[in-house]
């Protein structure tokens, strides 16, 4: 049996991990736990930069917090501004002895109303559940859950991210051994 640690106890960011893992391995048993990590970066990550740190430095602090497991995952919602409106993305991190997995979520444009919050110093599930008058909702559907009218809900946005991070995984003979760090944005 694999073990798989996620770097967050998020229901929603341990079951995507789930559901990403047994989508693309359906034939491996694994054992997931959910650990409580430090980002190292704002609780609401204003840069895809620091968005990506934020998903780099908790795979990276499950790894060292829990280096027998056999992967371990860092997930980061974060926002950024473009053309003058808050955009909305998570990046996901995967890695094991011999792989590492990285990938970015689709991103959409967050309503006037929660991008003022949310520019204030609100995080973006605490200016949904001021604006749309719900409790936890970064536990449950998440802005995509609310804004998509459920149609796509916080967990399968974090899936198909997760199932992206793990084409390395799937092809090794394809990839080498990236050596992804927290600076991988800024690389040419």
Known sequence: MKRVIIASQNPVKVNAS???FLQVFSDTSYDFEGIKVASGVSDQPMSSQETYQGAFNRATGAQKSQPDADYWIGIEGGIEKVKGHLEVFAWIVILSNTQQGVAKTASFILPQKVSELVKHGYELGTADDMVFRKKDSKKSSGSVGILTNGLIDRKE?????????????????LYTQASYDKDLLDQD
């Open 18 to 20: 789930k559901e990403g």
């Open 157 to 173: 946005y974090y899936v198909q991210a997760v199932v992206l991070a793990l084409i390395p995984f799937m092809h090794p003979d």
